[in-house]
């Protein structure tokens, strides 16, 4: 369990966490000269069953509040300080909102320098206390009066500690790791140290780690765990990670950043969040509202972009923040808002969505989306942004700090469907499916002569619009259970056929042969057959066009078709020849070498490929294009 003291300065957070563990978190030298905690403070103890309690000392002077941000993101529960003397000062007060604003809901209240009140006294700051903390998630927080001086208290508050030790429930542990990073520092021998909270996940000695948003990749030399070496780290806990690669040095990796398993790598500059405004501020928040963010050990500038009405003082509503530079963060995780004078604290809340668009922000399927992205539980969060509209599997594990494998049990849970990397809800496929049917009922209502509908055109005709690679799937899904037809870049539904007529089917039948066998390459032209038959060339080209529509034939040049299946042939043999060219490029006259016609002929083919988008030219040189290649499979 992770402990955070707050309170005002001077209440004895650090004298008290001295006495509960006999750690003095007075660790710099400035510290000890001016009587208060300036940085974080950390201390160590097993309370006395058996567990390594952490306590993060953070600092009560306001001008260094941030440094409290940096330990409060990590803590499980805190410690809220009173002294009996003083009783709730504005530094307490602004230490209890920004708990409460970060979801903190477990904590202790210590009524310190008990030995400088009477009765009386302790009543009416105890009195105080609860009043302070009757709006937030401490209500219930139990008030211990204590002593560091006397020892009044200390078993007392020790005890509390340990049973709330045993109610911790412990942190995802089986996801990718981050660790949010408040220190870096060389140590002698060992090198480059960097310390902070574990967020999620566990880290072991030798793992390969990321330092975002940087992108540093790092190994894992040495691992420190609440005090005490260890082979791994995990969430929950405070570690120290010995780190080592190219370019990772102290310079390198500073407070704010985060390590984190590499697949988790993915910066942002851009959120859509949650915001609660504090009561206390003077007016509503507005567009472009400057502020400072802070969010575990990360401080930024942002600015604040209300997705509806400027929200009130006392009141909540979704933001997009738009920060000065790119930060690692996941959704769910929670911030504070100050002002730019670091003078007071503005709000605070939840990151929802780590990709959100610049423009259109506040249409109504954004505001969906970040209502369902508002859901705590990943599966019931899938389901509500599926039922929205597809969503990016592998992109809404990782914004969540999910491991990849937990997809299948989370969509499962979620009963969602899946087409490559997007999910989509039931109702969403089985409308994609109705609306691919009714286009292509009207396309061939409308085209009773063509072959089908072009893939893209089709793409683009329906929604949702699905990326050209999961489109090509959804098809191919599509028919392999038997739902619609393809036909290279042409769909169609299954019993949708271009009818040749019997003497259209006779006269092609004469000219198959003269398009297969030894001259395949080389076909004859309309001109050759119309000759060789005694008919119109009108006639052949009439026929042959239909028979290119039927997907029997290609046009290769004017007049000059080629059997489908020897078009399929000669695609192969060029990709043949680019994987046998060093880097993939190759000439016209190792095509024509390989099909064994003309120098003419060759280059009319390949000019067909390029004109399709299967083949790429430079110059005198091509190479195949990748996003094309299955232009003529069927």
């Not at 560091?148 to 542990?173: F, P």
Request: glycine share 10%; charged share 25%; proline share 5%.
């Amino acid at each position: 369990m992770i402990v955070g003291t707050a309170g005002h300065i001077d209440h004895g957070k650090t004298a008290l966490v001295k006495a509960l563990t006999g750690t003095d978190a007075d660790r710099l030298a400035e510290e000890k000269a001016r009587g208060i905690t300036i940085d974080l403070g950390f201390a160590y103890a097993d309370l006395g069953a058996g567990w390594v309690t952490g306590f993060v000392d953070v600092p009560g002077h306001e001008r260094l509040i941030h440094t409290m941000l940096a330990g409060a993101g990590g803590i499980d529960m805190a410690l809220l300080v009173v002294a009996a003397d003083d009783g709730v000062m504005p530094q307490t007060r602004e230490h209890l909102a920004i708990l409460d604003l970060l979801g903190i809901r477990r904590g202790i209240v210590a009524l310190t320098k008990a030995d400088l009140a009477d009765a009386l006294r302790r009543e009416a700051v105890t009195a105080q206390i609860r009043a302070a903390l009757a709006q937030t998630g401490l209500a219930d927080a139990p008030v211990i009066a204590v002593s560091a001086l006397t020892g009044e208290g200390i078993g007392a508050l020790r005890d509390a500690l340990i049973a709330a030790e045993a109610e911790t429930l412990a942190r995802h542990a089986a996801g990718p790791m981050r660790l949010a990073v408040d220190r870096s520092f060389t140590l002698s021998g060992a090198g480059t140290v960097v310390t902070g909270m574990m967020l999620t996940g566990r880290v072991a000695v030798e793992d390969v780690v990321t330092v975002s948003p940087s992108g540093l990749t790092a190994r894992v030399r040495g691992i420190h765990a609440q005090n005490r070496k260890t082979r791994e780290g995990l969430a929950g806990q405070r570690c120290a990670l010995n780190l080592t690669g190219d370019g990772i040095g102290k310079e390198a990796i500073h407070r704010g950043d985060v390590v984190l398993a590499p697949a988790l790598h993915a910066p942002t500059d851009r959120i859509d969040a949650e915001l609660m405004v504090l009561g206390a501020e003077p007016k509503p928040l507005g567009t472009w509202f400057p502020a400072r963010l802070h969010s575990h050990s990360v401080e930024v500038g942002a600015r604040i972009v209300p997705l509806g009405d400027p929200i009130a003082p006392g009141e909540r509503g979704p933001v997009q923040l738009v920060l000065d530079r790119a930060i690692a963060a996941a959704v769910g995780d929670r911030f504070i808002l100050r002002d730019t004078s670091a003078s007071r604290t503005i709000g605070g809340g939840t990151f929802l969505d780590l990709r959100p668009p610049a423009r259109k922000r506040r249409t109504p399927e954004r505001l969906a989306r970040i209502a369902a992205a508002r859901e705590g539980d990943p599966a019931r969060a899938l389901a509500a942004l599926a039922a929205i509209g597809p969503v990016d599997l592998p992109a809404f594990l990782r914004d969540r700090s999910l491991a990849a494998e937990a997809g299948p049990a989370i969509m499962a849970a979620a009963g969602v469907e899946v087409i490559g990397p997007l999910v989509l809800s039931g109702n969403a496929l089985r409308g994609l499916r109705a609306a691919v049917v009714s286009t292509l009922e009207s396309f061939h209502d409308e085209n009773p002569d063509l072959p089908g509908m072009g893939r893209e055109r089709l793409r683009m005709a329906i929604l949702p619009r699905l990326p050209k690679d999961v489109f090509l799937t959804f098809l191919r899904q599509e028919a392999g259970a038997g739902r619609v037809g393809l036909d290279g870049a042409f769909v169609h539904l299954p019993g949708h056929e271009v009818q040749l007529t019997p003497e259209d089917e006779a006269l092609y039948r004469r000219i198959l042969p003269g398009l297969l066998g030894e001259h395949r390459f080389r076909p004859p032209r309309v001109r050759d057959f119309a000759h060789d038959f005694g008919l119109d060339e009108r006639e052949i080209r009439r026929v042959m066009k239909l028979t290119q529509r039927l997907g029997r034939t290609d046009q290769i040049a004017h007049d000059h078709f080629f059997a489908r299946p020897v078009t399929r042939e000669m695609v192969a043999i060029i990709r043949d020849i680019a994987a046998e060219a060093a880097d993939g490029w190759f000439t016209a006259p190792a095509f024509r070498d390989r099909v064994r016609n003309g120098r003419k002929v060759a280059i009319e083919i390949l000019d067909f490929f390029d004109r399709h988008g299967l083949t790429l030219r430079r110059g005198d040189l091509r190479r195949i294009n990748p996003h094309r290649i299955d232009l003529f499979d069927g």
